[in-house]
Structure formats: structure tokens, C-alpha cells
């Protein structure tokens, strides 16, 4: 019997082209695509976050920049708030929160999920660079990739700084998943193009398993490689990374010492910004920013490697992508 469609959102950069949030069908049967079409219209609502329905995202409107809250369901907006100067370049959301890191502002907004109400401003400092909010146990992470530091607030203490975790200088950390367990994260920086592999003991505590390149040294890129989004595969036993400029992803096998390269392939576009893995792990969906679309990937489970393009669909200035399954 034919599984049914499973339906993904993707955020995008306002241009000409692109006008907000769109949605599209994946068909998880043979990976073939439908045409994303807009779904709400919200100019530079680039990043998302999908939790029970729920979506949230930045977006900016007359001049006035913040973020809102759509129920998937039904379509209706939740809460909408203005409270930042630039859109936000990165979306999180609980049970009670949504959190925002503004990149150009360097803030991090805490929402109210209930009404879109600002509950806290936390200042990571003007050239920090925060690309990424992560949630471990207590604590709210943002990744700055400015300042070269993963910086700790501690959400049981009105998120009081906690710690930080310090990368070597000109790394760029930009972004990182932790697994199920919280015991291991994976970070890829954007400047030297790396993934760096952490232990960590469950609380602030986290210790350097492994580094590796994701380039090849000495190759010429048409313009300097940046590296961008990372995802663990469904039964985390593989990690993936898109790399812009060089327009690649890199597929890693986990081992106990950290990680193993399996395969680099072509992404199938240019500019590879987010791209998310189907709940089976048949399927690769990657949004390219520049040209080439939203494209999908076979994946074979048991190796991790992917295959040549099998779907492409038009999705201009895309940046994210979720899937509703």
C-alpha cells in the first residue's frame, strides 16, 4: 500500500522570487517532489522550527522585524511580535518557549509560545556572530560563530551565563546536533570547514573526542567553501554536513573514537544551505539557496551513502527546511 505524502515547509531570503514560507508534498514511495507554493507570506522568513504542529519563524513586515507562530493545521497565526531590528537567522522551539538568535543584532530573544510575548533579551555582544540555539538539560547554547565560542546560559537562573566552550581562532563554529542521549555533539564550523566531535557528561562539561577537515587541501573552489548545516541520521549512526561554495555533502561514520569519512558527494545545486533526512533515512532533501532547487537524494541505510539526484523542484532563495511526519 502506498505510503501517504509526508509534508515539508521551507523557509526562505525575501528576493523578487520568494516571498515567505512554502510548502510542498514529498512522495516517500519513489522521493518524487511536488512544486512548493506559498503557504504564508512573510518576507525573510528564512529559518524554521516545527514542534507539534506548530511553526515558527522570523519574519519582517513594513520596516518592523520579529517572529510569529502558525499553526500547520489549520493555517491560522498563532502570535506574531515585533521586538528586533533584523530578521532572525535562526528559530527554536519547546513545550513553552520560542527562541531566537539574531545574528546582525547579536540577541537572543526568548518568546512566550503561548502568545508570542518577549519574556527575555540576552546579549551574546554585537560582532559574536550567534548562528545556532541548541537545548542541553538546563542550559540554552548559542553557537557564535564570530567569537569562535559556544556560549552557557543556564535556564533554571534566568539564563545566567553557565560557561563557555572555546573553539581554536578563525574556526567559525555555526552549527551542531547533539544525539538522543545528549552524551556526544557534532559541530561543523563555517571558516575552516571542520567538524569537531564532543563528549559530554550529560550537564556543562564537554571534551574534545576529534576534529577532521571536510575538504580536500590544495583544491580550488569557485569561491572560498563555507560549511553550513549539520543532521544525524535516524538511528544516528551516520553524520552528515553541506559545505556551500564547494557544493558538497560529507557523509561520517559515528565510531566510539568519533567519526569516520564514508563519502562526499555533489549536492546537486549551488549554495547547499539546510537539508533534512526522511524518518526512514531513505531520503535526502537538500535546499540550495543560489540554483538547483530543492533536490532529493537516495540514501541506502545500512552504508549511509547517498546516490545521485532523483527529484528536483524550483525553490529560489530557499534556506530551510522541515518535514511534517
Known amino acids: 500500500m502506498a505510503q501517504s505524502a509526508i509534508t515539508g515547509y521551507l523557509g526562505t531570503y525575501f528576493s523578487p522570487e520568494s516571498a515567505g514560507i512554502y510548502r510542498f508534498l514529498l512522495h516517500p514511495d519513489t522521493g518524487v517532489l511536488d512544486t512548493p507554493t506559498l503557504w504564508y507570506d512573510a ?7 516545527l514542534r507539534d504542529g506548530l511553526l515558527a519563524a522570523p519574519l519582517v513586515r513594513d520596516g518592523k522585524a520579529g517572529a510569529c507562530l502558525l499553526d500547520t493545521r489549520d493555517g491560522t497565526v498563532r502570535g506574531t511580535h515585533y521586538a528586533e531590528h533584523a530578521a532572525a537567522c535562526f528559530v527554536l522551539q519547546d513545550e513553552t518557549c520560542v527562541y531566537t538568535a539574531n545574528y546582525h543584532e547579536g540577541s537572543i530573544l526568548v518568546y512566550d509560545r503561548r502568545d508570542m510575548t518577549v519574556l527575555r533579551r540576552i546579549e551574546t555582544g554585537a560582532h559574536a556572530g550567534c548562528h545556532q540555539l541548541l537545548l542541553h538539560g538546563r542550559f540554552l547554547i548559542a553557537i557564535c560563530l564570530l567569537r569562535d565560542e559556544a556560549l552557557l546560559f543556564d535556564r533554571t537562573r534566568g539564563y545566567a551565563p553557565a560557561g563557555t566552550l572555546s573553539f581554536p581562532k578563525g574556526t567559525g563554529p555555526r552549527h551542531g546536533i547533539f544525539d538522543r542521549t545528549h552524551t556526544r555533539l557534532y559541530l561543523v564550523t563555517e571558516l575552516s570547514n571542520q567538524l569537531f566531535v564532543f563528549d559530554t557528561d550529560g550537564e556543562a562539561g564537554f571534551r574534545q573526542r576529534a576534529g577532521y577537515d571536510l575538504l580536500p587541501q590544495g583544491a580550488v573552489w569557485r569561491r572560498p567553501p563555507a560549511s553550513a548545516a549539520i543532521r544525524l541520521s535516524p538511528d544516528e549512526r551516520f ?19 568519533g567519526a569516520q569519512r564514508v563519502q562526499q558527494v555533489d549536492s546537486g545545486g549551488q549554495h547547499p544551505r539546510d537539508f533534512v533526512l526522511t524518518r526512514d533515512g531513505r531520503f535526502v532533501l537538500v535546499a540550495h539557496r543560489e540554483s538547483g ?32 511526519e
Not at 43 to 49: F, G, I
Request: glycine content about 6%; proline content about 9%; hydrophobic content about 45%.
Open 43 to 49: 518576507p525573510d522568513s528564512k529559518y524554521l522550527s
Open 239 to 257: 553524520v552528515y554536513v553541506s559545505t556551500r561554495f564547494a557544493d558538497v555533502l560529507t557523509v561520517f561514520r559515528v565510531t566510539p573514537e
Open 293 to 324: 532547487g530543492l533536490v532529493v537524494l537516495p540514501r541506502d541505510a545500512e552504508s549511509g551513502r547517498l546516490g545521485a539526484v532523483c527529484a528536483r523542484v524550483p525553490a529560489p532563495e530557499a534556506v530551510s527546511i522541515v518535514l511534517q
